[in-house]
């Protein structure tokens, strides 16, 4: 594909939608942006200004088309001790270090290991920030009077009513204009955007983080840019993973990570805070029909033009409307299938993806759930491969001469059945090992074929070691001790 259709496909294919899916998106942000920067503890200007900077930036430089990033809880949850222990410059110089690792990290080309993720713990992933949606919205329901309740429900009704009308305009969009509406001609006595707090009246400006050039700096920024960059590059390259299966097209991991790089330096040079790909948001542009990076960057811009020429109007618009919408995020994005797969998938398969869900939920860190989710996938994977080496005697064996032939992977978690395979009982003259159909992968691996042939050996046999593939010869030449061995009993080959 050349580059001017790769251009038009991203930017061009689908503009009229885009458009109108960002409009959405944009009226999203902005209550969650002020949110977010409540929980870090900064003004909501930072949170406003970094969701700007961060969709404008990624929209040219991510790797993923439709995908929204900004400012996020996630992120933020980790703000608040640097922000109230040293002040908001240090937490502009943890963002500026953030990106750098995080450009660091695409140019390493790691990325692209997002893929030894299982299904399980994407699927567990995904219901968990289902699940935690929801509750953001409950702060926003519990005590809250009946004109809240019967707003969200209206809103909800328009929602999924509205697109067996018609799909031309994105039903969330008609929800927050129509309960925007309803609430200011009618002034019905429900919270509004402008409760959550003020928003700024100017443009960002460049802004150098004002610390300190020292070591001592870094010992304070450091630890948190590494856990802000880890957590944003976790949660954006799995909300890549989930929109390429809604939209059932690619994206380009190594390229999204260090676009989130990128977005994550210049957000703190414009007054930002460090962000990452938001779950909710990128449904809401997926599902409101957004596909190319103009939906991306057009919910940047017309973020900006809301809170600078519109704030007034927008400050007006009751947050039941964007807790409707945020319910309908919620609900689409749960995998609601496994649930009923439980019964049918495998147990190991289904505690990895419980196990991911539940510790997201309780601790309400992507990162504890996630990690925990990928240690117990390899454990069980593990597991399973250890018990299928296979060694079995071939051929006609007597006192004097044994043939084994090995088939399976030899590595630390099967050495012991390896081991336990081979009958040491006797005094044979000769014994071959084959090793064609076999892999050896580790230390434990060489060492383990060392114990078989010295153990043979000191019983008086001379033994032969066949088969061995290019990279199991290799690793036995280099740490294996039974082909450097001149025992007199016996020779290895």
Not at 207 to 215: I, K, Q, S, Y
Not at 308 to 336: K, Y
Request: charged share 15%; hydrophobic share 55%.
């Amino acid at each position: 594909m050349t580059k001017l259709a790769t251009l038009r496909r991203d930017w061009f294919a689908n503009p009229r939608n885009d458009l109108l899916a960002g409009t959405v998106v944009a009226l999203a942000l902005i209550p969650e942006a002020i949110a977010f920067s409540i929980i870090a503890g900064v003004d909501p200007a930072v949170g406003l200004y970094a969701s700007f900077v961060i969709a404008v930036t990624i929209a040219f430089v991510g790797g993923r088309p439709a995908m929204i990033s900004a400012a996020t809880g996630a992120m933020a949850l980790l703000m608040g001790g640097i922000v109230r222990e040293h002040g908001l410059e240090y937490l502009f110089a943890a963002s500026l270090l953030t990106g750098v690792l995080q450009v660091v990290i695409g140019l390493l080309r790691l990325g692209r290991y997002v893929k030894f993720v299982s299904r399980s713990v994407m699927t567990g992933f995904v219901n968990a920030l289902a699940i935690l949606i929801f509750l953001a919205q409950m702060p926003e329901l519990i005590g809250a009077n009946w004109q809240t309740w019967a707003m969200v429900a209206g809103g909800l009704a328009i929602i999924y009513g509205f697109p067996r009308l018609t799909r031309a305009v994105p039903s969330p969009l008609v929800a927050i204009l129509v309960l925007s509406a309803l609430a200011m001609v009618l002034h019905i006595d429900v919270r509004t955007v402008g409760d959550m707090g003020s928003m700024p009246s100017a443009l960002p400006v460049f802004h150098l983080p004002a610390v300190p050039l020292t070591w001592e700096t870094l010992s304070i920024i450091g630890p948190v840019a590494a856990t802000l960059a880890f957590v944003g590059l976790l949660e954006s390259l799995l909300t890549s993973n989930i929109i390429d299966d809604m939209t059932d097209t690619p994206s380009d991991k190594d390229r999204e990570t260090r676009g989130q790089g990128i977005a994550n330096i210049l957000s703190p040079l414009f007054g930002g805070m460090a962000g990452c790909a938001m779950i909710g948001q990128s449904i809401i542009n997926v599902k409101s029909g957004g596909r190319g990076r103009l939906s991306t960057l057009w919910a940047g811009l017309f973020l900006l033009f809301l809170i600078l020429v519109l704030q007034d109007w927008v400050a007006r618009i009751p947050m039941a409307a964007l807790v409707a919408v945020m319910i309908m995020v919620s609900v689409g994005t749960f995998d609601w299938g496994s649930i009923l797969r439980l019964r049918s998938t495998p147990v190991v398969s289904s505690i990895v993806m419980v196990a991911t869900t539940g510790t997201v939920v309780v601790t309400h860190d992507l990162s504890k759930g996630v990690v925990l989710g990928v240690l117990l996938s390899a454990l069980f994977f593990v597991r399973k491969v250890s018990k299928v080496v296979v060694v079995r005697a071939v051929g006609e064996t007597d006192d004097e001469f044994r043939r084994y032939a090995v088939s399976g992977h030899l590595f630390f978690a099967s050495a012991d059945v390896f081991l336990a395979e081979f009958e040491f009982h006797g005094h044979p003259l000769r014994v071959e090992i084959d090793m064609t159909e076999a892999h050896l992968w580790d230390l434990t691996a060489a060492a383990a074929v060392d114990r078989v042939v010295f153990r043979y050996r000191r019983q008086g046999a001379e033994v032969v070691v066949l088969g061995l593939n290019e990279a199991s010869a290799t690793l036995t030449e280099r740490v294996g001790l039974h082909d450097k061995s001149h025992l007199p009993t016996g020779a290895a080959h």
